[in-house]
């Protein structure tokens, strides 16, 4: 299991733009898929991006498809996700979560395949 770092939440205007990171304690990502999931009040969490590392897939809910952007840095160290356009419904709480292996459907690996969990970053959207 990785231990996993999340950074970036905070309160923002609708409209307007938000960065996640995800950082793996002293290792790199180099086998694995990476996910971002996320928890609003009294709601199950639920998938949102993912990330197979080896091949550089991604996968997009199409709640975030066309604003959310999944991306790994060069050195494989941190996940970033880039949140644009967002929206009052975009409000939750937004975990990394990972696995070591591949992955190769059209979506994402649901809750239960993920071992590694972030503690979670608050996301607010309001005006």
């Known amino acids: 299991q990785l231990q996993l770092v999340e950074s970036g939440g905070g309160l923002v205007q609708p409209g307007k733009s938000l960065r996640l990171s995800c950082t793996a304690s002293?290792?790199?990502?180099?086998?694995?898929?990476i996910a971002w999931f996320r928890q609003a009040p009294g709601k199950e969490r639920e998938g949102i991006s993912c990330?197979?590392?080896?091949?550089?897939?991604?996968n997009y809910d199409d709640s975030v498809k066309g604003r959310f952007i999944i991306s790994t840095d060069d050195a494989k160290k941190t996940m970033s996700l880039q949140m644009n356009n967002l929206k009052p419904e975009d409000t939750a709480v937004y975990y990394c979560?990972?696995?070591?292996?591949?992955?190769?459907?059209?979506?994402?690996?649901?809750?239960?395949?993920?071992?590694?969990w972030g503690q979670g970053a608050q996301v607010t959207v309001s005006s």
């Open positions: 990330i197979t590392i080896n091949s550089g897939r991604t």
């Open positions: 979560a990972a696995v070591r292996g591949t992955w190769f459907a059209e979506y994402c690996p649901p809750r239960t395949a993920f071992d590694s």
């Open positions: 002293g290792l790199t990502f180099d086998y694995h898929i």
